[in-house]
């Protein structure tokens, strides 16, 4: 069978120490009018606005947690009304998948609801977003390269996606250094994001040798150094590794679906207030166990080597085998100190709703071999 894929990305990608300081340079081409989509941390709206000449009008929209879709809604209005040009995402996954957002509704006439998959019309998007840069200060989602941005619903208790391929960033700015001052816990769960969007990716059912690439480096990248930047978060060759790690993860995911563990961390997150790394740290092990399980009874040699190899990508180890792989995750998920899903208030009782919402996500459709309801119910066994 011959090869076959897609592959797109953010425009332009810029990657680096200090590469922040290039964005008053990279605004010329896009307008003077900015709305600059930020987290509450206030030290961090100046360290950037610093940087700014003072023609250029900057209006602030601050994400205080995860975009729901009355903030989006919300800062949609808010950019409309300042009329701004171009938006800077400053921030972590959930500010700069809100700048993705508001930049594509701007110019987009409709509600929300329009737009979104599964709760939504999924119409496509008509008009060109208005001109985005992504800044991302943490390194696990990735969404700086991505065409989606993970929205939750209040009144469905899901959290779904935007999705379009106008919707990539026009400029990604990696600059490891932002991340230095990244408290250990998000360091953590965000690190654990990475790797999960990783190693999902590497082994769907729509892998590809290119997207593939990325994988392994970036494997290889987090298993040296997650647990260096968790424990200092001043060295900048760990911060560097994550920093890529990230973004590989999120040109992979962007290009092949991803698989259980994002199949069921968007319902789960929609309906618990737990961090997404988190979520995927207690469902990655039992995951890729069942996967293991389940393409063991079918004899698919193939999906198992490339479980084979990614143990041996994440332990060093050139004899290490799929189970290896599965037991280094659960190692590391104990390292950092994850705690387990019941103690957000994931119970037995949820595990119905759980699985019927988990089997109609997008993520799902990528997973090496489509799992039946006692096998996912047996993941979120294992899970809490």
Same mark, same amino acid.
């Given at each position: 069978?011959?090869?076959?894929?897609? &592959?797109?990305?953010?425009?332009?990608?810029?990657?680096?120490?200090?590469?922040?300081?290039?964005?008053?340079?990279?605004?010329?081409?896009?307008?003077?009018?900015?709305?600059?989509?930020?987290?509450?941390?206030?030290?961090?709206?100046?360290?950037?606005?610093?940087?700014?000449?003072?023609?250029?009008?900057?209006?602030?929209?601050?994400?205080?947690?995860?975009?729901?879709?009355?903030?989006?809604?919300?800062?949609?209005?808010?950019?409309?009304?300042?009329?701004?040009?171009?938006?800077?995402?400053?921030?972590?996954?959930?500010?700069?998948?809100?700048?993705?957002?508001?930049?594509?509704?701007?110019?987009?006439?409709?509600?929300?609801?329009? &737009?979104?998959?599964?709760?939504?019309?999924?119409?496509?998007?008509?008009?060109?977003?208005?001109?985005?840069?992504?800044?991302?200060?943490?390194?696990?989602?990735?969404?700086?390269?991505?065409?989606?941005?993970?929205?939750?619903?209040?009144?469905?208790?899901?959290?779904?996606?935007?999705?379009?391929?106008?919707?990539?960033?026009?400029?990604?700015?990696?600059?490891?250094?932002?991340?230095?001052?990244?408290?250990?816990?998000?360091?953590?769960?965000?690190?654990?994001?990475?790797?999960?969007?990783?190693?999902?990716?590497?082994?769907?059912?729509?892998?590809?040798?290119?997207?593939?690439?990325?994988?392994?480096?970036?494997?290889?990248?987090?298993?040296?150094?997650?647990?260096?930047?968790?424990?200092?978060?001043?060295?900048?060759?760990?911060?560097?590794?994550?920093?890529?790690?990230?973004?590989?993860?999120?040109?992979?995911?962007?290009?092949?679906?991803?698989?259980?563990?994002?199949?069921?961390?968007?319902?789960?997150?929609?309906?618990?207030?737990?961090?997404?790394?988190?979520?995927?740290?207690?469902?990655?092990?039992?995951?890729?166990?069942?996967?293991?399980?389940?393409?063991?009874?079918?004899?698919?040699?193939?999906?198992?080597?490339?479980?084979?190899?990614?143990?041996?990508?994440?332990?060093?180890?050139?004899?290490?085998?799929?189970?290896?792989?599965?037991?280094?995750?659960?190692?590391?998920?104990?390292?950092?100190?994850?705690?387990?899903?019941?103690?957000?208030?994931?119970?037995?009782?949820?595990?119905?709703?759980?699985?019927?919402?988990?089997?109609?996500?997008?993520?799902?459709?990528?997973?090496?071999?489509?799992?039946?309801?006692?096998?996912?119910?047996?993941?979120?066994?294992?899970?809490?």
């Amino acid at each position: 069978m011959g090869l076959n894929f897609q &592959f797109a990305t953010a425009s332009k990608i810029i990657v680096g120490k200090n590469s922040v300081e290039k964005i008053p340079e990279l605004i010329k081409d896009f307008g003077r009018n900015v709305l600059l989509v930020t987290g509450k941390n206030e030290d961090r709206v100046q360290q950037l606005t610093s940087l700014l000449p003072e023609k250029v009008k900057v209006s602030v929209f601050k994400i205080p947690s995860e975009p729901t879709t009355h903030l989006i809604n919300e800062g949609v209005e808010f950019a409309r009304k300042k009329e701004c040009e171009v938006v800077i995402g400053f921030g972590g996954g959930s500010v700069i998948d809100s700048a993705k957002a508001i930049s594509a509704l701007v110019p987009n006439k409709g509600e929300l609801l329009d &737009f979104l998959e599964v709760i939504g019309k999924g119409q496509p998007l008509t008009e060109r977003p208005l001109p985005c840069i992504a800044v991302p200060t943490t390194s696990g989602t990735g969404a700086e390269v991505t065409k989606n941005s993970v929205i939750k619903s209040p009144e469905h208790q899901v959290k779904v996606s935007l999705r379009s391929e106008l919707m990539y960033p026009d400029v990604a700015v990696v600059d490891p250094v932002l991340a230095r001052s990244m408290p250990t816990d998000i360091t953590t769960t965000t690190g654990v994001d990475a790797l999960t969007h990783l190693l999902e990716t590497f082994v769907s059912n729509q892998s590809n040798p290119f997207i593939d690439m990325f994988c392994r480096d970036g494997m290889q990248r987090i298993s040296r150094s997650l647990v260096k930047a968790c424990n200092n978060g001043d060295d900048l060759d760990a911060r560097e590794d994550m920093a890529l790690a990230s973004m590989m993860g999120g040109m992979a995911l962007a290009n092949v679906k991803l698989g259980a563990v994002h199949g069921f961390a968007g319902p789960m997150g929609g309906m618990f207030p737990m961090p997404h790394g988190a979520v995927c740290a207690c469902l990655l092990p039992p995951v890729m166990e069942i996967n293991l399980e389940a393409l063991t009874e079918i004899n698919d040699t193939k999906r198992i080597e490339k479980y084979d190899e990614l143990a041996k990508i994440l332990t060093g180890n050139s004899n290490a085998a799929a189970t290896d792989g599965v037991t280094w995750v659960e190692n590391l998920v104990q390292e950092l100190k994850i705690p387990k899903l019941s103690q957000f208030g994931v119970s037995k009782k949820d595990f119905e709703t759980l699985t019927s919402k988990a089997k109609v996500a997008s993520s799902m459709k990528g997973n090496p071999i489509k799992l039946g309801d006692d096998k996912l119910r047996r993941i979120l066994e294992k899970s809490v």
